[in-house]
């Protein structure tokens, strides 16, 4: 049961471009949504956030987009640099941040120099 | 920064045998989440913790898992009976009141043999 989806496993940008990565949910009961970076072999990092209420946030590069009519995030970077080179997951859960996060399979970014 | 810390980083069992997994969680936070990655999928929630007892747990977290927060400052995983199945990265994560975010350890990688 796939609440979350990732339909890109893997995605290459040029250095300096926009970097999209989108995410799908099914759940309408999701109403906190985050987007957080994973290295190899560490933790996942939290990048950014958005709750239902809003259909945009901007932290620096980072921007997340929330559609919720078509149940669509996306994460915007740009510009793209060689350290964003990881996979990125994003995560949702029914409230804000304390209830359990599902997350999406990933989407492993390699950022071209 | 805070930052949840996890020992051990990597560790090794015997299938039967059971593990102790060690976690600081950030001070302040309230909330405690155990979460697992295995290998090439995506992390996947096991079990969180707020008040001294278990809020949720998913179908994962069997009687053979369990978790402690024996004093203040630590927050334990126990599996007994491992199976190898269980080999894993296992990270815990916390957050603080509600509507702040998840935040993830660095993980502990688990490998039964």
């Known amino acids: 049961d796939q609440q979350v989806k990732q339909n890109s496993p893997s995605l290459s940008v040029q250095e300096g471009r926009i970097s999209i990565l989108n995410c799908d949910y099914t759940?309408?009961?999701?109403?906190?949504f985050l987007w957080y970076k994973k290295y190899p072999a560490e933790g996942p990092t939290f990048l950014i956030s958005?709750?239902?209420?809003?259909d945009k946030n901007e932290d620096g590069r980072f921007t997340v987009f929330l559609n919720k009519s078509a149940k669509h995030l996306s994460l915007h970077i740009v510009p793209s640099q060689p350290g964003d080179s990881a996979v990125y997951f994003c995560?949702?859960?029914?409230?804000?941040?304390?209830?359990?996060?599902?997350f999406g399979t990933g989407t492993r970014l390699t950022i071209i120099p | 920064e805070p930052e949840v810390t996890q020992t051990p980083s990597h560790q090794v069992t015997q299938m039967g045998q059971e593990v102790i997994l060690r976690c600081v969680p950030i001070?302040?936070?309230?909330?405690f989440y155990w979460y697992r990655q295995i290998l090439g999928q995506k992390v996947e929630f096991l079990v969180s913790?707020?008040?001294?007892?278990?809020?949720?747990k998913s179908e994962i977290f069997d009687d053979r898992f369990s978790v402690e927060r024996p004093d203040g400052s630590n927050f334990t995983l126990k599996i007994r009976s491992t199976k190898l199945e269980d080999s894993a990265m296992y990270f815990c994560?916390?957050?603080?009141?509600?509507?702040?975010?998840?935040?993830f350890g660095e993980g502990s990688w688990l490998t039964v043999v």
């Open positions: 995560a949702a859960s029914g409230h804000f941040g304390n209830e359990k996060l599902t």
């Open positions: 913790f707020y008040n001294n007892e278990i809020s949720e």
């Open positions: 994560a916390s957050s603080g009141v509600s509507g702040n975010t998840i935040y």
């Open positions: 958005i709750s239902s209420i809003k």
């Open positions: 759940n309408s009961m999701f109403d906190y």
């Open positions: 001070s302040n936070h309230l909330y």
